[in-house]
């Protein structure tokens, strides 16, 4: 079946460095993935849809300006994490949509974000 | 707007069946989807049903599915330690695409 690939999938950093999670389709081409957050014990949260060669789009409530999604190609979505606080440690992970509408979304293995 | 809820947690000793609930609120949701997230890991998509249909099943899964009462239940038979996780209801809001709603996840803890 597909496979999404994502990477890193822990990662440590220090308050206000920058991180980039990467999100790949590995034998399928994704026009549109998707980049959930996930706080511990809870559910996960749509952040914002990506769209290949053009702005992504993004939930109400998150920043833009603070999490930079580029999807410059159809296999390559990524997310970076700017200034990162205490507060964005979490589990980022990304999914990209099956073949045909309303199907099976497949998702990457998750990134364990943590900021210290 | 769309709303997916669960109860947090369910117990169940080993060979018995786990019921999993989860209720909705968007009726125009076309897909309903069962994921399981196992600890630090991604999450696997385990069975999924289409909003006519009233029931599926597929192995050890059942999923029962009431549009009525916009309510959708996973129901593992003899249940084993390997199916300790968490497990989340989700939906595909009309034209979402794949872009998904999830429940909060129900951790189920299966003990011998």
């Known amino acids: 079946g597909a496979v999404v690939s994502q990477h890193p999938s822990r990662v440590i950093c220090k308050s206000g460095t920058s991180v980039k999670i990467e999100c790949r389709s590995l034998?399928?081409?994704?026009?549109?993935m998707f980049w959930y957050r996930q706080f511990p014990k809870q559910s996960l949260m749509l952040m914002a849809t990506?769209?290949?060669?053009?702005?992504?789009?993004?939930e109400q409530g998150v920043e833009k300006d603070k999490f930079l999604i580029n999807h410059a190609s159809l296999t390559l979505s990524t997310l970076t994490v700017t200034s990162a606080h205490p507060e964005d440690s979490s589990f980022y992970i990304c999914?990209?949509?099956?073949?045909?509408?309303?199907?099976?979304?497949?998702f990457g293995q998750g990134t364990r974000l943590t900021v210290v | 707007g769309e709303d997916v809820e669960q109860s947090l947690f369910l117990s169940v000793r080993e060979g018995d069946s786990s019921v999993i609930n989860c209720t909705y609120t968007d009726s125009s949701s076309t897909y309903l989807y069962w994921y399981k997230q196992e600890p630090g890991a991604g999450l696997q998509l385990l069975t999924y049903?289409?909003?006519?249909?009233d029931m599926k099943q597929d192995q050890r899964l059942t999923v029962l599915l009431n549009k009525k009462d916009k309510h959708l239940s996973l129901r593992i038979a003899d249940t084993q330690t390997g199916d300790s996780a968490i497990y989340f209801c989700a939906e595909t809001p009309l034209g979402g695409y794949n872009k998904l709603i999830f429940g909060a996840g129900t951790r189920l803890a299966v003990h011998p």
């Open positions: 999914s990209a949509p099956g073949r045909g509408r309303n199907t099976e979304a497949f």
């Open positions: 034998d399928f081409q994704a026009t549109t």
């Open positions: 990506s769209n290949e060669g053009s702005k992504a789009t993004y």
């Open positions: 049903i289409f909003s006519n249909m």
